[in-house]
């Protein structure tokens, strides 16, 4: 039985051009290969490696808003408040007329991609830069800090003229941020002037990527450019991510204007421990929903818009109780709700009337039902909520009572 021993060594430096030197570092004791790109690759496994650090990359979670074409909700030029598939918020140079849609592909595989869904940011008119972006807590990417770390998203230019231009970026908060707290994103409103980047918060500064490691696309400046195709198209690079950062955020917006009616579509982002070129694995649905439902949760049904006055048979009852007092007395309704899991802060609640218009919980049986009244919440905290009321006058003991609810502590700033 033959044996490959390795000598322990300090890192060799970079190999001639096509070659590859395997070696034993003795910094680490790990075995790893020295590229003749100038970067190095662990083959032993280290904790992080290849993990998704990302939420929801593969766009499959989408608890806000419908899977069907539909205008994205709060679009600004200045705010990351573009509601679209979870943990993902969309900034527009224009803010009117841009639709966001989730592509199911279940049925109809389409070459390249391996989510089962994708997102398609499509412009309805005038032309408009668009972009997409994500926030990471402090405690997704602490253990990134002074590591080399690769960016991964895969495009598809499906309407519109290919060979676009969009940008792909890595942003830290700086020393001068508060942990966990998004500043103002962008300065100003962003230009629909080609080639005029955002202007992030001062605290909010790109990361330069690492040389000599882009995957279908090219390093200029602070970002990675990429030329749409309609072909679906993987582009990474890597970067190095500072010792001070507190918080990082993924960008991905476009160079220009584009056509009036373009449609690009995104899928597959990843942001992995280490330099190497790493494939998309998809995590199981229910870990993705866990993950989303720490930012944003809700009493609705998965595939159910939240909205008031959705019928019983199509949103259920919210979270339900029952009347504690009859008739139309102070507190007579108390609903405690507990969220699917622990959210990463305390929550803004939204409630939303079951069966009729409002946000007030609604006396589902009984005599002639109808809503409560005196609205109020107790807490809420990371954990749950009360929602209390005063009963209405024909309510009686027993009587089932309910009430939706959003709680969202998403950065949108």
Known sequence: MSQLLLNATSNPGTPATNKAGLFYDSADQKVK??????YTITLSNDGMQDRNVLDNGGMAVQQKVAAASTAIAGISTTTRAGVVADRFAVTASVASNLNWAQIDTATTLETGLTSRYYGSIISASAGKKVMISQWLENMQMVGLRGYQVRLS????????????????????????????????????AWS????????????LLPITPDANTPENGTITGNYLDILTTVAWQKSSCTFTIPATAKNLMVV?????????????????FALTKGPELVSYERPPFAEELIRCQRWYSKSFPYAVVPAAAVAVATGGTGIAGIIGKAAATALAVKIPIR????MRATPTITLFTPVGAGAVPYRIDGTTPAVQTAVAQVGPTDSGVTVTATGDASGAVGDLVGVHFTASCEAVT
């Open 33 to 38: 290969v020295a590229k003749d790109l100038g």
């Open 153 to 188: 998203v895969k495009t598809s230019q499906k309407v519109g003229t290919t060979g676009q231009k969009y940008r792909l970026g890595l942003l830290y908060l700086t020393a001068g941020g508060t942990t966990d707290t998004c500043p103002t994103f962008l300065t100003g």
């Open 192 to 203: 629909v002037t080609t080639a005029v980047d955002p202007a992030f918060a001062a605290t």
């Open 252 to 268: 991905l917006f476009a160079d220009a204007t584009g056509g009036t009616t373009d449609n690009f579509s995104v899928s597959e």
């Open 339 to 342: 969220f699917p899991v622990q």
